[in-house]
């Protein structure tokens, strides 16, 4: 538990209870790549697309903290969703 003293200061305590309770749910993510080389006009180019987190799942990357307010307030940070990209490299 982050704390704030008589001087506007912030202190970290720590609440009994079990181990690591206070834990980020886990992260389930899978992402696909898929490349390919060839020559063009007798240049390289590599061609691709991935995709990042392909089954959509809402997973919290990390935790915000306003410590501004009393009493402070947390924000869930939630990762990108389905993210398709496309690449294209051409080598001189």
């Given amino acids: 538990m982050i704390r704030e003293n008589e001087n506007a200061n912030y202190t970290l305590q720590a609440e009994p209870g079990t181990r690591n309770s206070k ?3 886990i992260v389930q993510r899978i992402d696909l790549s898929l490349n390919r080389s060839m020559y063009f006009m007798e240049k390289s180019l590599d061609i691709g697309i991935s ?3 392909v089954f959509d799942r809402n997973n919290i990357s990390h935790r915000s903290y306003n410590l501004f ?4 307030i947390t924000t869930d940070v939630i990762m990108l969703g ?3 990209t496309v690449s ?3 080598g001189f």
């Fill in 51 to 53: 995709i990042f987190n």
């Fill in 88 to 90: 294209i490299q051409l």
């Fill in 82 to 84: 389905f993210t398709p």
């Fill in 23 to 25: 834990r980020l749910p």
């Fill in 69 to 72: 307010v009393d009493p402070f």
